[in-house]
C-alpha cells in the first residue's frame, strides 16, 4: 500500500515540480523577491549603503573592477571573486573594500541566492 502510495504521488506530479523537489529552484530568485519582506528589503539596503561608503576615492587611473561575493548567515563575506579587473592595484583596491565589509547577519528566513552580490566599482 506504502509503495502505490508513492508511485501514485510521483505519477501525478509534473516532471518539472518533481524535478524542483528533488534539486531545489533551477532560477535564481529576481531582487524584487529577494526584497519580498521589510527584513530582506532592509537588510540588502544596509549592503548597498556601506558598498556606497566604501567607493573608493584614490587616483588609480580610469577603469573598473567587478567583483562577485556572497554573505554567509553570520554576515561575513565569503567566496570573494574577481570577475573583471584591467589593472592589479585597483583589484586590490577593490577586493579589500568587499572583505572590509561590516555587515549585520541577513534575515534568518533569507534564500541564500538573495545573499550572493555583484559589484562594479568605477575608478576616475
Request: glycine letters at 4%.
Amino acid at each position: 500500500m506504502f509503495r502505490a502510495v508513492i508511485v501514485f504521488c510521483l505519477i501525478g506530479v509534473s516532471p518539472a515540480a518533481f524535478a524542483q523537489f528533488l534539486f531545489g529552484p533551477s532560477e535564481r530568485p529576481t531582487l524584487a523577491a529577494c526584497m519580498a519582506t521589510p527584513e530582506n528589503k532592509a537588510w540588502i539596503q544596509s549592503v548597498t549603503h556601506q558598498l556606497r561608503e566604501r567607493a573608493p576615492k584614490l587616483n588609480l587611473g580610469s577603469g573598473t573592477v567587478t567583483i562577485k561575493f556572497h554573505v554567509d548567515f553570520r554576515g561575513h563575506v565569503t567566496r570573494a571573486s574577481l570577475a573583471n579587473y584591467d589593472n592589479n592595484a585597483r583589484a586590490l583596491v577593490a577586493a579589500g573594500m568587499i572583505t572590509s565589509l561590516k555587515l549585520p547577519p541577513p534575515p534568518f528566513d533569507m534564500d541564500a541566492d538573495c545573499r550572493d552580490f555583484e559589484q562594479t566599482f568605477h575608478f576616475h
